[in-house]
C-alpha cells in the first residue's frame, strides 16, 4: 500500500525571475479536483510564482488547452489537474491513457508539465490522493512543473552545435 511507503521529495527549485504557471483543471469531481488546486497553488505561490486557473470540460481537454497556452500564451510551465475515477465501460482507460500520452507528448516537446490528473479506481482513493493535507499530488504536480521550469532556465541558450566535435 503505497501511504505505507516513505518517499524522497525534492527540495522546491528557487528562481531569481518570475516565474507564471498556467494550472488546467478539469473539475468534473468539483470537491476532489479544489482540493488539487489549492495544494497546486499553495506550492506555486511558496515558489513565488504567478499562478493562473482555467477550467476545462474534462481531462481529454486538458493537453488540448495546455498545447494553446504554449502556443498563444506566456506561461513558463503548467499544471495538469483533474479525476477519472473507474467506471463500468472502458472509457476509463481511454480517458487515462489518451490525456497521459497527450501531456507525454507535450512534455517531449520542450512544455514544462506536471501531470495531476488522478487515475484512481473509486472515490476513496481519490480523496486521500488529492487531500492537501494528504498525499497531496495537486502540489506535487505543481512541484514538477516547477522543477521542469528550473531545468529549462538553467538549459536555456545552450547549444550542443552541429556537426563533428573538435
Same mark, same amino acid.
Given at each position: ?62 493537453? *488540448? ?33 489518451? *490525456? ?51 531545468? *529549462? ?14
Amino acid at each position: 500500500m503505497a501511504t505505507a511507503e516513505t518517499h524522497y521529495t525534492l527540495p522546491l527549485p528557487g528562481f531569481d525571475k518570475p516565474v507564471k504557471l498556467l494550472i488546467v483543471v478539469a473539475p468534473y469531481y468539483k470537491d476532489i479536483t479544489d482540493n488539487l488546486v489549492a495544494g497546486a497553488r499553495a506550492v506555486g505561490e511558496a515558489c513565488g510564482a504567478e499562478v493562473d486557473l482555467v477550467e476545462v470540460p474534462g481531462a481529454l481537454e486538458v493537453p *488540448s488547452a495546455i498545447a494553446m497556452a504554449e502556443r498563444l500564451a506566456d506561461y513558463d510551465g503548467y499544471v495538469a489537474l483533474g479525476c477519472v475515477i473507474r467506471g463500468e465501460t472502458t472509457h476509463y482507460d481511454t480517458v487515462c491513457n489518451d *490525456s497521459s500520452r497527450a501531456l507525454s507528448l507535450l512534455g517531449l516537446q520542450g512544455a514544462c508539465i506536471g501531470n495531476g490528473i488522478l487515475t484512481v479506481e473509486n472515490r476513496a482513493q481519490a480523496e486521500v490522493r488529492a487531500d492537501p493535507r494528504g498525499q497531496n499530488k495537486g502540489g506535487g504536480a505543481a512541484a514538477a512543473a516547477l522543477h521542469l521550469i528550473a531545468l *529549462s532556465r538553467k538549459w536555456a541558450g545552450k547549444t550542443k552545435g552541429i556537426g563533428f566535435r573538435a
